[in-house]
């Protein structure tokens, strides 16, 4: 058989390498919080479970660098888990060289080629912590240590030494034929309701791929509803794991703790190249059985990964490029329907056609509505990479400060969060490397010894809103102003006479920098003017304000492109509006009869309050059909914008629900008053309000609560 | 092929109608011909600015050609279609009354406009071919939908 353990198609390194990013985020997480918050046992048995995890699946895929350096970081996460080491800097600083050593790794993987990057180094680095702890070497410990990480009374190995002979044999028989056997070990969500039944449904699916040898508990167990959390099963397939897992992936509340060539059978001796991996091989002798630990404490692993899968963007976009091609068919469906309910109205074909259609267009609109949801991620993808980068560079620059993110939930179209990574990444350099001041200089200025830094992102309307907020120095007006003029941007004339705000903003231009000296950090050339111009290019905008030693904000402002909102649709002369929920404050009807007029505007009283009426259809110069006569009633839409009133008169309310902002094109480029246009589930397109927008153009006194002068 | 390319410099273009007139673009620069659909209006443009609407599942801007180019407005009939140009990654509809065919017109036979062309701006004619003896007037798409933006944004 040769290497036909190492075998391994596109699809399993595919599978271990977006294991081994989830793995390696755990621990970066968790090295973090490490360091912020001390050792928390909940954290560390969650990093030592993700080492624990790369170890297997790197043992497995056979690349034995990484193997042995999670192995050599899983002793001192074990040792740092039983409380016989503290965790220092230089702990936490050769946790995070481990880490990027094995992204290396997982690099290497991914591309295939090697990276020359000797573990012997992070070995030592690893070694020295290890040895720390008094007397006992590490190295000698064996994995009966992890039976304390394992809830007690259950086995943690795969049970083969309990293979009836006649099963052995029959192992031996299928190697011959070239058949793998395959460990199997499916962990079932800890709510199922019927555990058995599952594990019932995945030896069916499993049977579909080999011949189950024998499974733990046993089928009849399975069926005498004798089951535990876990299932083990030892397969005999020519599947790949992948395919397995896949098949796998249709039997709901389970979770494929893990999958893989099963070793431990007597079959290495015809295996070359687990030969070749002796060393480690002797202390984790079959990644099946690594594995299991890991799975059994899984429970919080379960409910954070259980539930997901992972899809190619590209695929995405084709599903909706589909589901495109479908809504313009159901169009065309209803124009024959059209005709047809013409010609033959009340025939039963018709009608048929009709239900069906309705169908058929409730169901593309679903589809449609789902893959646009399914385009959008979390900032959260983006913003993790940041606590590693900040921390990294502060301890570099001796700064000490903390990092808050909040409204990493904000969602945003995957294409606009990977265009924004590198501005945000560079305004928070900044902050580390000019914001914040060093410790002692913020104590003489009687700060706080920490700076910190937010990064904040939030909704606002039609847009996404990224803060970066340092409490540092600031940028101060006069230092801008020496430094242009120095530079040349402006005469020492120009430079005095232009106010403070302005002043401010010259830090924009091409080639402006106030620090002169280059450090590495952030004085590369690379200015802000590419900052800005990056997220300009997004359609966005950057805004700035900054006040000597209080600090500096940079305001972020992005469109979101295919972000969803939720909105009201209303209804003027027949097409519908959008207008987003959020700045909808109630909706009325209101008599004809209780409009005032006040300085030659529109304005009814609700509550004591005057509201200025905005009728669309005069704002949009809508035109109205001869004979149009205004109803006695006018539906109201009261929207409040920054403490804005003003009271939207529309034809009539449609409903509410969730759309996906689209941006009118370039070529009609921004419209005042409106924000984008979305696609409605009958495929026609709707426009979207900007309710700021609409509301500026509204005289400012208008829209203020002016209650003063009612009563 | 072998022989085109000896040939060289021969130009495809999407021959369609706005009125009477016959008007051709470079057919790398249409993407596609769809039936007239329903277009939604955007109020606050220009009156060229037909409105967007729904090409499968993207949003795209539709101007009416003929408004665009000062012509005499004209209703819309069963042969009225949406002539869909793609520049620098923006797709365009274009409301034509009809799409005539795709034409093979050596560069060569692509004369400079002079004054044959009355009524469209010059600035948006490359020049005129005859195609089956007809005349035919070469749009500038980049021109033509270049300059709409500029003057809306």
Same mark, same amino acid.
């Given at each position: 058989m040769g290497n036909g353990d190492f075998d391994l198609s596109e699809e399993d390194i595919k599978v271990f390498l977006d294991e081994a990013e989830e793995q390696l985020q755990v621990m970066e997480t968790g090295f973090l919080a490490l360091e912020k918050e001390g050792a928390d046992p909940e954290q560390l048995q969650a990093i030592f479970r993700a080492a624990h995890t790369l170890k297997g699946s790197s043992a497995t895929l056979g690349h034995q660098k990484m193997t042995v350096v999670t192995h050599a970081l899983e002793n001192v996460l074990d040792k740092l888990r039983k409380g016989k080491l503290a965790v220092t800097t230089t702990l936490v600083d050769t946790l995070f060289a481990c880490l990027d050593v094995l992204g290396t790794y997982r690099d290497e993987i991914a *591309?295939?080629?090697?990276?020359?990057?000797?573990?012997a180094e992070i070995l030592a680095r690893l070694a020295a912590l290890d040895s720390?702890? *008094?007397?006992?070497?590490?190295?000698?410990?064996?994995?009966?240590?992890? &039976?304390?990480?394992r809830p007690a009374?259950?086995?943690?190995?795969?049970?083969?030494?309990?293979?009836e002979p006649a099963e052995k044999a029959r192992v031996q028989e299928a190697l011959a034929m070239g058949l793998q056997p395959v460990a199997c070990r499916i962990q079932f969500d800890q709510?199922?309701?019927m555990p058995s039944v599952r594990a019932y449904q995945a030896l069916l699916v499993l049977a579909d791929h080999g011949e189950?040898?024998?499974s733990w508990p046993s089928q009849q167990e399975v069926e005498a509803d &004798?089951?535990?959390?876990h299932l083990d099963v030892l397969l005999l397939t020519s599947d790949s794991p992948a395919e397995i897992r896949t098949g796998l992936?249709?039997?709901?509340?389970?979770?494929?703790a893990w999958i893989g060539p099963a070793k431990g059978l007597g079959a290495e001796a015809s295996q070359g190249a687990d030969a070749e991996r002796e060393p480690e091989e002797r202390r984790a002798p079959e990644p099946a059985r690594e594995e299991a630990s890991s799975g059994n404490g899984g429970g919080g692993r379960n409910g954070r990964y259980g539930r997901t899968v992972r899809v190619d963007v590209d695929l995405l976009d084709n599903l909706m490029n589909l589901v495109g091609e479908l809504v313009i068919d159901r169009t065309r469906l209803y124009q024959v329907l059209t005709r047809l309910e013409a010609e033959r109205a009340g025939d039963e074909v018709t009608q048929v056609m009709s239900s069906a259609l309705a169908h058929i267009s409730r169901m593309t609109s679903a589809l449609q509505d789902e893959i646009q949801r399914a385009r959008m991620l979390p900032l959260e993808n983006l913003f993790r990479k940041f606590p590693r980068m900040v921390r990294d560079l502060a301890q570099k620059l001796g700064k000490d400060l903390q990092l808050i993110i909040r409204g990493e939930e904000t969602e945003l179209d995957r294409s606009v969060i990977e265009e924004i990574s590198d501005p945000l990444m560079h305004l928070l350099r900044n902050a580390v490397d000019h914001g914040i001041e060093p410790p002692e200089e913020r104590v003489r200025k009687g700060k706080a010894r920490t700076g910190t830094i937010l990064l904040e992102a939030s909704h606002e309307e039609n847009h996404i809103i990224i803060v970066i907020e340092d409490d540092g120095r600031g940028i101060d007006p006069e230092q801008v102003r020496a430094a242009a003029v120095r530079k040349g941007l402006l005469s020492e004339e120009a430079a005095r006479r232009m106010p403070d705000s302005e002043v401010i903003n010259?830090?924009?231009?091409?080639?402006?920098? *106030? *620090?002169d000296k280059v450090s590495d950090?952030?004085?590369?050339?690379?200015?802000l003017d590419v900052v800005q111009k990056n997220i300009e290019k997004l359609n966005g905008s950057v805004e700035i304000r900054t006040q000597v030693d209080k600090g500096t904000r940079f305001r972020v402002k992005l469109p979101l492109t295919l972000a969803i909102i939720r909105a009201l649709q209303v209804s003027l002369e027949g097409t519908i509006y959008c207008i987003?929920?959020?700045?909808?404050?109630e909706i009325d009807r209101i008599p004809v009869s209780d409009i005032q007029t006040v300085r030659q505007r529109e304005v009814f009283v609700k509550r004591g309050q005057v509201i200025p009426l905005l009728r669309l259809a005069e704002v949009f110069d809508v035109q109205r059909p001869e004979g149009y006569e205004e109803p006695e009633e006018l539906y109201v839409v009261i929207v409040s914008v920054m403490g804005r009133q003003a009271g939207i008169v529309v034809d009539d309310l449609i409903g509410e629900g969730d759309v996906v902002i689209k941006p009118l094109g370039k070529f009609i480029g921004d419209v005042p008053g409106i924000a984008g246009a979305t696609i409605m589930g009958d495929g026609d397109v709707a426009i979207i309000l900007d309710i700021p927008g609409l509301l500026?153009?509204?005289?400012?006194d208008q829209t203020h609560s002016e209650t003063a002068w009612v009563s | 092929m072998a022989v085109q390319e000896r040939q060289e410099a021969i130009t495809q273009l999407v021959v369609f109608q706005l009125g009477p007139e016959l008007y051709g673009a470079d057919i790398a620069v249409v993407r596609e011909v769809c039936p007239l659909q329903r277009v939604t209006r955007v109020p606050r443009?220009?009156?060229?600015?037909e409105g967007v609407t729904n090409l499968r599942g993207r949003v795209i801007p539709v101007v009416d050609l003929r408004r665009r180019l000062g012509l005499p407005a004209g209703p819309a009939t069963p042969s009225t279609r949406i002539a869909v140009a793609e520049l620098d990654g923006e797709q365009v509809g274009m409301i034509v009354d009809a799409v005539l065919e795709v034409a093979r017109v050596p560069e060569?036979?692509?004369?400079?406009?002079g004054s044959l062309?009355?009524?469209?701006?010059?600035?948006?004619?490359r020049g005129v071919a005859h195609v089956h003896d007809r005349l035919v007037i070469l749009l500038d798409l980049a021109q033509v939908l270049r300059n709409a933006q500029r003057k809306v944004v």
């Open positions: *591309t295939g080629q090697d990276s020359g990057v000797d573990p720390g702890e *008094t007397g006992e070497n590490a190295s000698a410990r064996d994995d009966a240590a992890d &039976q304390g990480a009374g259950q086995g943690a190995a795969f049970p083969w030494q309990s293979l709510d199922s309701a189950v040898v024998r &004798q089951v535990t959390d992936a249709q039997v709901p509340e389970i979770e494929v010259l830090i924009w231009s091409p080639g402006f920098s *106030t *620090t950090v952030s004085g590369r050339g690379v200015g987003p929920l959020n700045s909808v404050v500026e153009s509204l005289p400012a | 443009t220009p009156a060229y600015v060569k036979a692509i004369e400079p406009s062309v009355h009524g469209v701006d010059r600035q948006y004619v």
